[in-house]
């Protein structure tokens, strides 16, 4: 009866990152939609990529590997765009521009969210988390095609 996997806090972590945001993404969504616009977010599967990692599931793990892998590569190349462009960027809240932000603090952001990305990667790759999945040592960071 005692079997239960217990769940490493960095994996509980990664979860509820992706829970917090799937709230952000919905929040933007029902804001756009107030205001006349239809946004489509894919953010907001995070609301099963969170307790899909805590139930283990194999499926959303690779799920949650491929936003990571969206931002690791996105990251990177929105710094690089912000860099050639002139001038200060406009910053939005839930879809809303509510002010203009440096390029300089738009590249921080950029830096914080490839940084998060990368641990949350690390994490869902490591040993341990791997084999809570059912993946055996070794076993490629995704999930093998069954």
Known sequence: ???AKPIPTALRVVAGLFVFEA???AIEVVVSLMH??????????????GPGLIRLSRGW??????????ALLGAPL???????????LDFKFLGQRVGRA???LGFIFGVIVFL??????????????RQLFGLPPGAPPSDPPE
């Open 102 to 104: 440096s390029r300089e």
């Open 36 to 49: 006349g616009h239809i946004n489509l977010n894919f953010g907001v599967l995070g609301f099963l990529i």
């Open 61 to 70: 793990r690779t799920c949650a590997l491929v936003f990571c892998w969206f």
């Open 116 to 129: 998060l990305a990368l641990w949350q990667y690390r994490v869902l790759t490591r040993e341990d988390v």
């Open 1 to 3: 009866m005692g079997s």
């Open 78 to 88: 929105l710094m690089l765009l912000m860099l050639g462009d002139s001038g200060s």
């Open 23 to 25: 709230v952000c993404a």
